[in-house]
């Protein structure tokens, strides 16, 4: 079947720090793979996307890379700002159909 | 381009009335529409699928008859939570996809429901 695994969080930094939040996939077929961000009381917001493998999305700092032979979308940035404080959601895409991780909450302090 | 829009943003409704939530496509034709449900902390959960002028596709475990979907046009479609009790307070988000049939989803800013 179709699935998103992604790290638990919550996830607290400091600004400035590197951030990394896994999110590993299961699908049949050729899926496509997305960052959402989620701000409080709000709805979702594509963050970034890649359609195949070996693609990059890349968006406001953050990167992720579609890595087939691992099956993993890893979220990246090299310096958090407190504004980058979210709810962040792994999903995949496949026959139109969407599957979303559990999602990871980040809090970037001062 | 792609936005969506949900109205209204926050309701809060006796138990035992019905409450209805509009999602919109504003710059583009949704073939397709999303209903989502979201817990407190929890990732988002699929209730339903509509297409213009057909009926909503539930996904299983979700009440046809609690929750009415229609997609009465192709920028246009509506939730209805009928009878609504306190169980039913949530967070309910939709999503819309283009009829270019790109594989994306876009998602409207969500609708806060409080059943007292």
């Known amino acids: 079947g179709n699935s998103v695994t992604q790290m638990e969080g919550p996830v607290t930094l400091s600004e400035e720090a590197f951030l990394t939040i896994n999110c590993t996939y299961t699908a049949t077929g050729y899926p496509s793979l997305f960052w959402y961000v989620q701000y409080p009381g709000e709805g979702l917001q594509l963050l970034l996307k890649a359609t195949k493998a070996d693609d990059k999305g890349s968006n406001k700092g953050f990167e992720a890379t579609y890595r087939k032979e691992t099956t993993s979308f890893h979220l990246e940035k090299g310096s958090v700002q407190v504004s980058d404080s979210a709810v962040y959601f792994c999903?995949?895409?496949?026959?139109?159909?969407?599957?979303f991780g559990t999602g990871t909450s980040l809090t970037v302090i001062p | 381009g792609a936005v969506v829009s949900q109205h209204p943003s926050r309701v809060i409704c006796k138990s035992g009335t019905s409450v209805k939530i509009e999602c919109r496509s504003l710059d583009f034709q949704a073939t397709t529409m999303f209903w989502y449900r979201q817990f407190p902390k929890k990732s988002l959960m699929l209730m339903a699928t509509?297409?213009?002028?057909?009926?909503?596709?539930?996904e299983q475990g979700v009440e046809k008859d609690k929750f009415l979907i229609n997609h009465a046009s192709l920028t246009l479609s509506t939730l209805t939570v009928t009878s609504a009790h306190p169980e039913d307070s949530s967070f309910y988000i939709c999503?819309?996809?283009?009829?270019?049939?790109?594989?994306?989803?876009?998602f409207g800013p969500g609708t806060r429901l409080t059943v007292l």
């Open positions: 999903a995949l895409s496949v026959l139109n159909q969407f599957y």
């Open positions: 999503s819309a996809q283009t009829d270019r049939g790109y594989n994306e989803q876009f």
């Open positions: 509509s297409n213009e002028g057909s009926k909503a596709t539930y």
